[in-house]
């Protein structure tokens, strides 16, 4: 006879990218939970502590069923103490105190509000706050000097702080597809970020871009945002050209996410639906035009899976393979090439599996790289 059975306990592995990981997951209460606190650790700068709960929001929205009680995640990795008693406390009370508390905190509600300028990092922000400055009014009349990004982010911070749909995805892909394809023909588009990863919703839209005749690719920004100005439809753009030199000692350990590539970060004019647009006529003013935040990236066409991958995300996902790739296989990943410090060579790849095999990984789908 059996008494007081419980619910079998998880099993889980490390790294996020030995994982399957989709949206939302069966535990979005724990997971969003979690969330605000490793949003609240980068907002403070924190990138330890983030991480720590981004792992652990990972792990539990890796999950493939409902969470019941503590018990079930005995021996779980990436769940600290801390975690688990966040975990605890909304298993027991349907919400944390700790979360609840940091939500209505004056801090994060100010930091949250000037992160959400374009052109604005946690660091500007930080300085902001501890003048006083919690809204956009008050940096408004405050005599600060703002950027061309930031000029580009106020003015356009109700738009940009509206979450891209899928559909409007896809029109920016039509619009973008079109200036790609008239100023080089042959030359490939492919979305990535987290529409490729199957979310409905992003803060922006990610294209990558390339073509089969390596080399015909350079310069392609240029002549994008060109055509894209022509058309009327660039409402800000900063370009950065590509700095990749491939060493003969090997890339090394990436210091940063940043990587090399000829880019644009930019701001688009949707024009939308003329009937979307009546629906929506309350909050989006009237115009019948909105502004979407877009990454451009141009990838030759020998580094492209390594660029498809860094690009897919999420960022999670990324670190944790590249984390994986150093401390399990003594190599180095980036958006351009992977090493192997054992070797003394690159390893070349033509598609994402075979990063993953290189990396002696179980191939993970896009859609399950939501870590
Ligand atoms: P969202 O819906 O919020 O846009 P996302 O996953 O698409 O989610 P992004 O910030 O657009 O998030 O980033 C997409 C991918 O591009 C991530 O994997 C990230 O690591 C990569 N990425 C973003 N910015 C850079 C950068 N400056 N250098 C290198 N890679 C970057
Ligand atoms: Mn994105
Ligand atoms: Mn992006």
New binding site residues.
Partial sequence: EQQGVEAPVFSAASYACQRSTPQPGHNTLLTDSLAVLAESAELNGDEGRAVAFRRSEALLRSLDRRVQGVAELRGLPCLGEHSRRVIQDVLDNGKSSEVEETKSSSRYKAMKVLTGIFGVGVKTAKRWFTEGICSLAQLETSGHTLNPAQQAGLKYYADLNQPVTRDEADAISVTVEEAVCSVLPGAQVTL????R?G?T????V?FLITHPDEGKEEGLVHKVTACLESRGVLLYHQTTRNTYQESPEGAGRPRS???RFERCFSILKLVQDPVQVEADQTDSGCRPWRAVRV?LVVSPISQFAFALL??????L??REMRRWAVHEKSMSLS?HALYDNNQKRYLTASSEEEIFAHLGLEYVSPSGRNA
């Fill in positions: 990535a970020g987290g529409f990863r979310k919703s992003g803060h922006d990610d996410n940043m990587d990454d860094g690009w897919t995300g999420s960022k996902f990324e958006s």
